[in-house]
């Protein structure tokens, strides 16, 4: 025989057993349905859940309301108040640790988260519309 038939040869039994090979993979298993999978129900939304969120105007809390609704627990918080020298909504970003609080103060320009272990938490609010925290 030729070498160049005898490669052509090898070549197709290659393809073949590759072929045999990948259908093998891609069998159903034993017991599986042979036929097409019956339709399945797609749950239709009613109308006016289909409609776009609308968007709520966030509107800044004054100190007076945040303190007097803001349950302190511990983590991370951003929140836009209406700074109390200028008017203007800041945004407040501050941590509160875990532990044992004993309360929420307010004067006028200072927010103070009152711990047992000296770990206060402070927020000044600063002419010129700055906000400084600490703790």
Not at 111 to 120: A, E, G, H, N, S
Request: hydrophobic share 40%; aromatic share 8%.
């Amino acid at each position: 025989m030729p070498l160049s038939l005898l490669r052509n040869v090898l070549s197709m039994a290659v393809v073949i057993g590759a072929a045999s090979l990948a259908s093998a993979q891609f069998a159903p298993p034993p017991g599986a349905p042979n036929g097409p999978l019956p339709p399945q129900a797609v749950p239709v939304l009613p109308p006016q859940t289909l409609a776009p969120p609308t968007a709520i105007p966030v509107r800044p809390l004054t100190v007076d309301e945040f303190v007097a609704s803001f349950k302190p627990l511990p983590g991370k918080y951003e929140v836009l108040l209406l700074h109390p020298k200028t008017c203007c909504p800041v945004k407040v970003c501050f941590t509160l640790p875990p532990g044992c609080i004993r309360g929420v103060r307010y004067n006028g320009h200072r927010i103070v988260f009152d711990y047992k272990c000296q770990r206060d938490v402070v927020i000044r609010f600063l002419h010129g519309g700055k906000v400084w925290v600490h703790g």
